[in-house]
Structure formats: structure tokens, C-alpha cells
């Protein structure tokens, strides 16, 4: 697994590299390699506290471009007509639990946050706003993931 994370990135290089790795890999909506599994060997080499807090970062901006896909599929939507009475409520909804739903959908292993990110952009919600929720919900689970992750490699592969 050295080729997610090259174990001889140590100190500001490895941060640097876990941070733009981290931001690439959220910011393509379905990539292949998940960045978990760059969380989980960064932290057999650098500090778990902040390896968590640099890939909830990374992680959080590359989750924009979700965030302005949708925007632009807002505009598709009011140039088809389908701006109704459904277009709305779903916006009022957005508006109204859309930061808890962003930031719960951001801690959830699976890409929730990808389709949430989308529905943000399409209901208009602040992309300020879209970014602290997705910084609320992926710094807590990348913290999780680093501390989880370097004790089951130290209990397989040694300190």
C-alpha cells in the first residue's frame, strides 16, 4: 500500500502530499481508490491528530466540486421549468436542515456527501455554508479513521 501513501513522506512533504491527495481524490466524484484507505496508511507514518485534521480539510474543499456541479443543475432546472411548487419545498427544506444534513451526510462512509453536495449546489445553499458542514462532518470522521487505522496497522505490522 505504499503507492497511496509513499512511507518515506515524512513531516511538511507528507502533509503537503495528504492534503492534495486527499482534495484530487474527493474532488472526482466516484474515484476508485477511497480516501480512507490514504487516511489509513498516512497514519502509519505521520500523526494520526493531524492526519484527520489535514484530510477533513483537503477532503472538505475537493467536495466542491460537487457542490458546483449541482449549482449549474439548478440552472438546468429553472431553464426546463421545472421550478414549481416541489423545486421550492425542497429548497425551503435545504435551507432549513440542510447544514446537519450536509455534515452528518459528510461522516457516513459511503458518498453521501457526493449527492448531498449536488443537492446543495441545485438548492442554491451557501457554498461558505456547504464547506463548514462538510469541515464539521469529515474532520471527526478522518480523526476516527487516522487513530482507528494507525492501531490496527501497529497491531499487524508493528510501530
Known amino acids: 500500500m505504499d503507492f ?5 513522506l ?8 495528504l492534503f492534495f491527495s486527499t482534495l484530487v481524490l474527493s474532488a472526482s466524484l466516484f474515484f476508485p481508490i477511497p480516501v480512507v484507505v490514504v487516511v489509513i496508511t ?3 507514518v505521520l500523526d494520526p491528530l493531524l492526519v484527520g485534521i489535514i484530510a477533513g480539510l483537503g477532503s472538505s474543499i475537493g467536495e466542491l466540486s460537487g457542490y458546483f456541479i449541482g449549482l449549474g443543475g439548478e440552472k438546468l432546472l429553472k431553464k426546463e421549468g421545472k421550478e414549481g411548487r416541489k423545486y421550492n419545498r425542497f429548497q425551503r427544506l435545504f435551507d432549513k436542515y440542510g447544514f446537519w444534513a450536509i455534515a452528518l451526510s459528510a461522516v457516513f462512509p459511503v458518498s453521501f456527501i457526493d449527492v448531498t453536495g449536488l443537492m446543495a ?3 442554491q445553499y451557501g457554498w461558505k455554508k456547504f464547506l463548514l458542514a462538510t469541515i464539521t462532518g469529515k474532520i471527526p470522521r478522518y480523526l476516527i479513521v487516522a487513530y482507528v487505522g494507525s492501531g490496527i496497522i501497529s497491531l499487524f505490522i508493528g510501530s
Open 121 to 123: 449546489g441545485a438548492a
Open 4 to 8: 497511496l501513501f509513499p512511507t518515506n
Open 10 to 17: 515524512a513531516g511538511l512533504s507528507g502533509y503537503l502530499f
Open 42 to 44: 498516512a497514519s502509519r
